[in-house]
Each structure stands twice: as structure tokens, then as C-alpha cells.
């Protein structure tokens, strides 16, 4: 989930919302106890948003510095900073009114310390589940982002300077390398599920490295598109056809792996985001194209627009869903249906993200408005 509107208005890549919107179906899904696709929603949404972010900044020279990059990484997510917030004690209140018979006197500091962590957006670097997972669970993203977006103007600058798409791929190679070194360091010291998650799902160092590959991918394109690579004709197109067809093809059967924690790469080590990283970096590459029948497909009206509040609606649609388990979910045989569920949900999430777009939409033109 990239927090970056300003792309889908400049470069006129609609498929790219497009594929934002798959993503985020995705974890949607997982999270509705449809399908268990959220760990390939996040690999995603982190290739994606390295992706876009080269593209929104490559023509910029940005500032850095600590100072600087901490204001550049603020404002980045500083509009879902408030829904943040909001889900957060939304969260908070239905977990008291959960457990409220349970919570003893010298246990409200458990409370303090997750909305402190959650507040600060500092969750994701603590190796415990019940803290990054903490009252709006999907929060640590956010929590992630921060630092990413803090290491971007850092980046770009180096990636800017590559002189070669070969070199590009060596440096991809070798933060591939760096990943896989912490997976196998966390498998020799036996890290429990809990940890190996944190190690290698959550901690924003490592996904640094997904962010990273996405940048370079956005290197490498718009490279090919200034030196006209991409073809239109029928032969590239049923080529790039055939290519998505057999990437749909191998992320069913790395679903599978993960599913069923099948070898090395099905492991609590490495499935989390090593199992998905590859297939990511193609999938974004073909959607960024184009050019096949499954992206254009996938590139529609419906589509695009629920890529655009993606945002909004993974910050709130855990919330929605708790909600619903806890008030509604048993309360009758329709209503504890899995694909009633899901619509209902994901019906009122799309409501939701709509009306905090909107307002977005107009708080922004009121301060264009301001300064003309």
C-alpha cells in the first residue's frame, strides 16, 4: 500500500491502481477468513510502493538529512495518520468491551503501552505478536512505512546514480542475498514462529529490502520505456499473455507451498516474504506493461477506483471486520455465512474509504483553493 496519490493523477499507469486493488483484495480476504493471500497482498503493496515512489520522485531532487527525512516520511502518511487513530480506538474499545471481565488493575498497563507504541507508530520494531499485532492489528504497515519512507530520500539518490540495468540487477541480487542471510541466522538459532514472523514480515529493516527491489524495478522500466523496448504489436502481447497466464499459473502453486509449509521456502523462515518476492517484482513489471489480456482485464473502472482508496480501506477493514464478528457474525445463520460476511464487510469498507477520500479530496482543494 503505497500512501502516494499523487502518482495515479501524473503518470496515467491506471493499472498499477489496478493491481493495488488485487492486493489489497487479497488481504481482505485473508483477514475475512476467505483465502490466506494477505502475506502476497503485503509483497505487493511494498514492491508496488517502492515502485511508485521512484516513479512520483525520479524527476526531484529531495533533501536530506535526519531532520528532513523525518518530515519527508511524516507527510507521506500523514493523511492516514487520523484514521489511524480513530481505528486504533475503535480497537481499543472493543477489546475492553471483550475482555473487560478479565482485566485486572496492573494489566491497563498492557493497554498504555500498545496505544503509546501505536500512537508513536513504533510497533513493528518490537519482536512480540501482542505489540505488533497490537488493537488495529494491520497498523504496523504503517509502522513500517514510516521508516521506509524515512530511508527514501537516502535511496533514490544511490538508485538515481546506477549507470547500467545489469548493475541494477546485481544490487537487487544482493539485497535478495542480504534477506535470505537473516532467514537462514533466524532458522540456525531456532527462532519460534512468533519471531521468525517479526524477523521477517513485520521488521521494517528487512522489508527496507522489498521497498528497495521496487524502487530498482522502477529504475529498470522506465529506463525501457525511454529507450522504446516495449513493443505493441500482436506477437508482444500474446507474449506478455502467455507470461501472465504462467505467473498466475506459479502463484498457485506457491499459495500452495505456503498454505501447506511445503521445504525450505514453505518454512516459518522464509514464506512470509522470500516465498513471494520474486513473483511480485513480475507481477508488478507486467501490470506497470499492460500489454497482456489478464492486466487489461483487470484494468477497469471498478477496479482502478478501489486501487485508489486502498489506503483508507486497509487502515479501516480489520476494525469493520472485528466489529462484525463480535456484534453480528452468530447472531443468525445468514449473517455467520463466510461470503455474506465478506460482502457485508467489504461493502462497508468500500463505503467507509469512499467518504474518507472524499474528505481528503476536498480538505486538498480547499488549501489549493487558499494558496491560489
Same mark, same amino acid.
Given at each position: 500500500m503505497s500512501t502516494n496519490s499523487t502518482v495515479a493523477n501524473n503518470s496515467k499507469i491506471t493499472s498499477i491502481q489496478a493491481l493495488r486493488a488485487c492486493a489489497f483484495i487479497g488481504i481482505f480476504?485473508? /483477514?475475512?477468513? @476467505?483465502?490466506?493471500?494477505? =502475506?502476497?497482498? *503485503?509483497?505487493? #503493496? +511494498?514492491?508496488? &510502493?517502492?515502485f511508485i515512489m521512484f516513479y512520483a520522485y525520479t524527476g526531484r531532487d529531495l533533501e536530506t538529512g535526519v531532520e528532513k527525512n523525518i518530515m519527508f516520511s511524516?507527510?507521506?502518511?500523514?493523511?492516514?495518520?487520523?484514521? /489511524? !487513530?480513530?481505528?486504533?480506538?475503535?480497537?481499543?474499545? !472493543?477489546?475492553?468491551?471483550?475482555f473487560f471481565q478479565y482485566i485486572a488493575p496492573e494489566n491497563a498497563r498492557d493497554f498504555y503501552e500498545r496505544v503509546v507504541l501505536n500512537v508513536f507508530l513504533v510497533q513493528s520494531w518490537i519482536p512480540d505478536q501482542y505489540m505488533y499485532f497490537s488493537l488495529n492489528g494491520v497498523s504496523w504497515y504503517l509502522s513500517t512505512c514510516l521508516f521506509l519512507y524515512f530511508m527514501f530520500p537516502y535511496i533514490i539518490k544511490r538508485v538515481k546514480e546506477y549507470d547500467s540495468i545489469f548493475y541494477s540487477f546485481i544490487k537487487v541480487a544482493a539485497v535478495l542475498c542480504?534477506? !535470505? #542471510?537473516?532467514? !537462514?541466522?533466524?532458522?540456525?538459532?531456532?527462532?519460534?514462529?512468533?519471531? =521468525?514472523?517479526?524477523?521477517?514480515?513485520?521488521?521494517?529493516?528487512?522489508? +527496507?529490502?522489498? #521497498?528497495?527491489?521496487? @524502487?530498482?524495478l522502477g529504475y529498470i522500466f522506465f529506463n525501457g520505456k525511454k529507450k522504446s523496448v516495449f513493443s505493441d504489436s500482436s506477437y508482444f502481447v500474446i507474449l506478455i499473455t502467455i507470461i501472465e497466464i504462467i505467473t498466475v499459473g506459479l502463484n498457485v502453486i506457491i499459495q500452495r507451498?505456503?498454505?501447506? $509449509?511445503?521445504? %525450505?521456502?514453505? $518454512?516459518?523462515?522464509?514464506?512470509?516474504?522470500?516465498?513471494?518476492?520474486?513473483? &511480485? *517484482?513480475?507481477?508488478?513489471?507486467?501490470?506497470? +506493461?499492460?500489454?497482456?489480456? %489478464?492486466?487489461? %482485464?483487470?484494468?477497469?473502472?471498478?477496479?482502478?477506483?478501489?486501487?485508489?482508496?486502498?489506503?483508507?480501506?486497509?487502515?479501516? /477493514?480489520? *476494525?469493520?471486520?472485528?466489529?462484525?464478528?463480535?456484534?453480528?457474525?452468530?447472531? /443468525?445463520?445468514?449473517?455467520?455465512?463466510?461470503? *455474506?460476511r465478506f460482502g457485508i464487510c467489504f461493502g462497508f469498507t468500500i463505503l467507509v474509504s469512499h467518504i474518507l477520500n472524499d474528505l481528503s479530496t476536498k480538505k486538498n482543494k480547499i488549501k489549493i483553493e487558499a494558496n491560489v
Open positions: 480476504a485473508s /483477514h475475512a477468513e @476467505m483465502l490466506p493471500l494477505g =502475506a502476497w497482498g *503485503v509483497s505487493i #503493496f +511494498l514492491v508496488l &510502493s517502492g511524516i507527510k507521506k502518511i500523514k493523511r492516514l495518520y487520523l484514521p /489511524h !487513530i480513530i481505528t486504533m480506538i475503535l480497537a481499543l474499545a !472493543i477489546e475492553v468491551y471483550m542480504l534477506q !535470505i #542471510f537473516g532467514s !537462514i541466522v533466524l532458522k540456525k538459532f531456532n527462532a519460534t514462529e512468533e519471531v =521468525a514472523k517479526w524477523g521477517t514480515y513485520i521488521l521494517p529493516i528487512y522489508r +527496507l529490502g522489498d #521497498f528497495y527491489i521496487g @524502487m530498482v507451498v505456503y498454505n501447506e $509449509s511445503i521445504g %525450505i521456502f514453505g $518454512s516459518i523462515y522464509f514464506k512470509f516474504t522470500l516465498l513471494y518476492t520474486p513473483l &511480485s *517484482v513480475i507481477i508488478v513489471y507486467l501490470f506497470a +506493461l499492460n500489454k497482456g489480456i %489478464i492486466s487489461k %482485464i483487470l484494468t477497469n473502472k471498478f477496479m482502478i477506483y478501489i486501487g485508489e482508496i486502498s489506503a483508507y480501506g486497509f487502515i479501516v /477493514h480489520m *476494525v469493520i471486520i472485528r466489529y462484525y464478528n463480535e456484534f453480528l457474525y452468530k447472531k /443468525h445463520f445468514i449473517l455467520s455465512n463466510n461470503f *455474506v
